[in-house]
Structure formats: C-alpha cells, structure tokens
C-alpha cells in the first residue's frame, strides 16, 4: 500500500508541474498605440551607455536613446480589464499580469542634421545611413546594426505588465567637425503616422 501510495504522489507531482508548465496566461492580450517619442543624451562613461542630461558630447562619441511609448492612462487599462470580466486575484495565474501588443510597428527611422558635420555633410543633411542602433537593454545577440535592419528587426514584442514601449540607442559613426551638433528624429509607424522630435542641442568637444 505503501508503494502505491508513493507511486501515486509521484505521478500526482509530475502531473502538477505539467500543468502549470503549460498553463496559458488567461488574460486576452490587450492593445495599445505608440502615442509618444523623447530623447535623451547618451553617454559612454561607465561599463555601460547611460542616459543623462548635459549637453557636450566628444566629436566621435554622439549618441541617443529614444524611447517610444504608449501613454494612456491607468483608468483606460482598468476599463479594459473590467469590460474582459476579470479580477486581480486571477492574474497570478500567469507570468505576466498583463499582456499588450501594440497595434503598430517601427517601420523606418530618419535623422536630419540641423547644423553642418564636416565640410562635405551641410546642415539638413538626411544622415541615417551614419548612425548604428540597437534596442535596450541589451541583450544576447543585440549588437549594432543599421537603422534601416533594426527596423525590420523591431517586430511585435509582447510586453509584460507593460503598455507597449520601445528604447532604441543610436550612435552616430562619424566624427563631428562642429562646434555644435542637433538632430531631428523621425520614427514612421505603419499607421502611416510619424513621431517626431529634437535632440537637445549638443556642445561638441
């Protein structure tokens, strides 16, 4: 009896860590929309790039970190969850207490230089094919690449309890041979609309 009784616990326990293994979250994927981009300075200071808020940059260190997000409001999510007819308690069930999508992509990035680079780049120069990006954080197999790959690589990431964002670190490859440096960043989306923004204006050393 004995026996029996272990060999049944032990089918029982294998039995349970299926289960849960193959549990599928039951919140529905909710949605949300990219509604806004900002920048912020980046700086190699330390074992890793981090953003901050002084405005000099070394000639061949200039880079950015922008960052695209959603920005409704917690009432809008609550509604969603309510309209589904779920509580809180059940989200334990899941890794993720909530799943977004976002009903857009990053489809291509555009920088315009707002000042001269060196004498054969002008100012309102279309300089994308000069800077190099990658998604933050990093990761395993995220390394530098060309904007125009990164886009393609950007596909509809699932966030974990987390309305849909996106940070992307872009460097620029040449030297800057100015004074001063500033740049418009254009991020298309497949909704046809396009987010746009200034970096701050950079004192080149």
Same mark, same amino acid.
């Given at each position: 009896?004995?026996?029996?009784?272990?060999?049944?616990?032990?089918?029982?326990?294998?039995?349970?860590?299926?289960?849960?293994?193959?549990?599928?979250?039951?919140?529905?994927?909710?949605?949300?929309?990219?509604?806004?981009?900002?920048?912020?300075?980046?700086?190699?200071?330390?074992?890793?790039?981090?953003?901050?808020?002084?405005?000099t940059m070394y000639a061949e260190a200039v880079a950015f970190r922008v960052t695209?997000?959603?920005?409704?409001?917690?009432?809008?999510?609550?509604?969603q969850r309510a309209s589904l007819g779920f509580t809180t308690a059940q989200a334990?069930?899941?890794?993720?207490?909530?799943?977004?999508?976002?009903?857009?992509?990053?489809?291509? +990035?555009?920088?315009?230089?707002?000042?001269?680079?060196?004498?054969?780049?002008?100012?309102?120069?279309?300089?994308?094919?000069?800077?190099?990006?990658?998604?933050?954080?990093?990761?395993?197999?995220?390394?530098?690449?060309?904007?125009?790959?990164?886009?393609?690589?950007?596909?509809?990431?699932?966030?974990?309890?987390?309305?849909?964002?996106?940070?992307?670190?872009?460097?620029?490859?040449?030297?800057?041979?100015?004074?001063?440096?500033? +740049?418009?960043?254009?991020?298309?989306?497949?909704?046809?609309?396009?987010?746009?923004?200034?970096?701050?204006?950079?004192?080149?050393?």
């Open positions: 009896m004995r026996v029996l009784n272990k060999s049944f616990l032990f089918l029982a326990t294998i039995f349970l860590i299926r289960l849960l293994q193959s549990c599928d979250c039951i919140w529905p994927v909710l949605y949300g929309d990219f509604h806004e981009m900002t920048i912020d300075n980046l700086y190699h200071s330390g074992n890793l790039p981090e953003s901050g808020s002084t405005d695209v997000r959603d920005t409704n409001d917690l009432f809008n999510e609550s509604a334990f069930q899941c890794a993720c207490s909530v799943e977004y999508l976002s009903n857009q992509q990053i489809t291509k +990035f555009r920088i315009i230089t707002l000042h001269p680079l060196n004498q054969n780049i002008p100012a309102l120069t279309d300089i994308t094919r000069y800077f190099v990006g990658r998604q933050f954080p990093y990761h395993n197999g995220n390394l530098y690449q060309s904007l125009e790959n990164l886009s393609q690589r950007i596909s509809k990431n699932r966030y974990c309890d987390s309305r849909p964002i996106e940070k992307i670190d872009l460097y620029l490859k040449l030297k800057v041979q100015h004074a001063i440096a500033q +740049f418009r960043i254009d991020i298309e989306l497949s909704d046809n609309r396009t987010l746009s923004s200034l970096t701050n204006l950079i004192n080149i050393k």
